[in-house]
């Protein structure tokens, strides 16, 4: 097991080297300067040849950073910010997950969940909320639309917030890759 911050400016000797396992029984402290502007991060286990099953397993998890230069933007803040980790998985007749390993085209499981749930569904009020997804799916690309084909503003990627925001019908998602838009409930 080690720790890798995807996409995170961080010293080497703090970046989850694939062959910088932590043995059982030790610990590492990682230290992460923050010195870069607001952006949807993540974390997950990078140890060499297991990457694949850990992160089936659930070994990631959101790493949000927040810019207070960025608060002028008047984005959606609080509970109208909301992060979607989105993966598939398989599951077995008594409701455990069956991982299979597949060397040439990556786990594909038969069943997506968004945040660990089955057809996830949220209640959401009529204002504009900030959606921040992440393909934490080990093979599986996704295309994020909204029904009747209602636009949504993509306003940062993997590398933090774009220059200008974008209207977009469909955005693609592939592996590890993040993305945030923002959408508009106020017709709903």
């Known amino acids: 097991l080690n720790v890798h911050l995807h996409g995170g400016v961080t010293p080497p000797e703090f970046d989850g080297h694939p062959h910088d396992a932590i043995p059982d029984g030790t610990e590492r402290l990682y230290k992460y300067p923050n010195v870069q502007r607001q952006a949807t991060l993540w974390y997950h286990d990078h140890a060499h040849g297991e990457t694949a099953r850990t992160l089936f397993s659930g070994l990631a998890a959101f790493y949000l950073l927040d810019d207070p230069d960025d608060e002028e933007l008047g984005l959606p ?26 060397l040439d085209r990556g786990y594909r499981g038969d069943t997506i969940l968004v945040n660990g749930a089955v057809a996830p569904r949220m209640k959401v009020e009529r204002r504009l909320y900030r959606l921040r997804f992440l393909n934490a799916s080990n093979a599986r690309a996704y295309r994020l639309a909204l029904g009747n084909n209602r636009p949504m503003i993509q ?9 200008k925001p974008v209207r977009r019908r469909e955005i693609p998602l592939e592996p590890a890759e993040r993305v945030e838009v923002v959408v508009d409930f106020r017709q709903f």
Do not use: E, K, Q
Not at 78 to 91: E, H, N, Q, W
Not at 93 to 98: E, I, L, P
Not at 155 to 163: F, H, K, S, V
């Open 77 to 102: 803040r609080g509970d109208y910010d909301v992060p979607l980790m989105i993966t598939d998985r398989s599951f077995n007749a008594d409701g455990s997950f069956r991982y299979r390993v597949d």
């Open 155 to 163: 306003i940062a990627g993997d590398g933090g917030l774009l220059p």
